[in-house]
């Protein structure tokens, strides 16, 4: 069984705000320590998979980063995309250009790049188990992560219990087949769906045969498919990229699981109990940073009194904090962020609201 691995590394928010701005993702910035998220993903993928089968596919705005962060990465295994259109044209446009170059019965693992995982052993495990069951099974499968908590930040798969269409020895590692998707639910529904032991929270690592793929893309999203499939004949051309911008311009965002993963019948969890969070605003850095005796995170030039339940950090210029409870600070050379601590997901609509003002962002 051949298996190789895409890294979508293309994706721009500005929730961390001010260490991301908008020349610089998140997945690229040092968030709390001295290796960015992307980093930490390409380290982690490099102990399961040879370097030839890795791609990192990525905004062509950002490449310079990746070349930066992963000086002896070869270029030729970056796949820049001409402007950003979610996920499914980012593998889309992969498939196209790597459509002669593995076997059709290929397993692809396809990672977001902005994650956090701390026990990679159970993460590994996961990765090669999901990929005999896609290999065996012919299906699209997902990770998903049971949840310890109900959040409202994830998405959700539910499953089903009950093993009607393959074999058990899968059943017994965890697999399940999917029911339904739902996004980021209110915090009664996500408690209902903890509660209920039939939802798992959607990690966004998707694992799927190159063959099974292509069908589901043919089927499902077929002006995708058919687009990308005109691109392969300019794959050498010198309009190649001119090619591949029109194509683009033409898109609409949209990721694969609302493009496929909601419409196809062939789509399994694999219920995985390794430590993952989508580190999507400050709030989950918080979470997942150790704490000191006053539950503070602290990191950088900062000291405090009769302070707790807090996030402060700081770049360069000192901080002093005295008698705060539940704020997150960020200070940085150009731009200080104060934000209540569960309502940092709202930085983003900060950052849209200064930009209307005029006020520079960096």
């Avoid at 905004?59 to 000086?71: F, M, R, T």
């Avoid at 390794?274 to 850095?285: K, P, V």
Wanted: proline share 3%.
């Amino acid at each position: 069984m051949k298996r190789i691995a895409f890294i979508l590394a293309g994706g721009s928010d500005l929730k961390f705000w001010p260490r991301s701005l908008k020349n610089i993702p998140k997945q690229f910035v040092h968030l709390y320590d001295n290796t960015t998220l992307f980093q930490k993903t390409l380290t982690g993928i490099r102990k399961q998979f040879a370097d030839e089968d890795i791609w990192i596919i990525v905004n062509k705005d950002y490449k310079d980063l990746v070349v930066e962060q992963a000086p002896d990465f070869e270029e030729k295994q970056i796949i820049c995309e001409p402007l950003s259109r979610h996920t499914a044209a980012a593998i889309a446009f992969t498939l196209s250009i790597l459509s002669d170059k593995y076997p059709d019965d290929t397993v692809i693992s396809i990672f977001p790049s902005d994650h956090f995982i701390r026990n990679y052993g159970e993460f590994y495990s996961a990765i090669e188990q999901a990929s005999f069951a896609a290999f065996e099974l012919e299906g699209i499968i997902t990770i998903g992560i049971q949840p310890t908590r109900p959040e409202t930040q994830y998405g959700y798969i539910q499953y089903d219990n009950e093993n009607l269409t393959f074999p058990n020895r899968f059943y017994e590692l965890g697999l399940r087949k999917s029911v339904n998707f739902a996004e980021k639910p209110d915090k009664f529904t996500a408690q209902r769906f903890v509660n209920s032991g039939d939802f798992a929270w959607n990690s966004g690592i998707l694992i799927v045969r190159i063959d099974v793929l292509r069908k589901a893309f043919e089927r499902f999203l077929n002006y995708h498919f058919k687009q990308f499939n005109s691109l392969k004949k300019y794959r050498d051309k010198k309009n190649f990229e001119e090619k591949a911008t029109n194509i683009y311009k033409t898109l609409n965002k949209m990721s694969i699981d609302y493009g496929i993963l909601e419409n196809a019948d062939n789509v399994y969890v694999l219920k995985a109990t390794f430590d993952w969070t989508d580190l999507s605003n400050w709030d989950e850095i918080f979470r997942v940073q150790q704490k000191d005796a006053r539950n503070n995170v602290i990191l950088g030039n900062v000291i405090t009194l009769n302070t707790k339940n807090s996030m402060l950090i700081s770049d360069e210029k000192p901080i002093g904090a005295v008698g705060i409870e539940d704020i997150i600070v960020i200070n940085t050379e150009k731009a200080l962020l104060i934000c209540k601590r569960g309502e940092s997901d709202d930085v983003g609509e900060l950052v849209e609201y200064m930009k209307k003002l005029n006020i520079p962002i960096y």
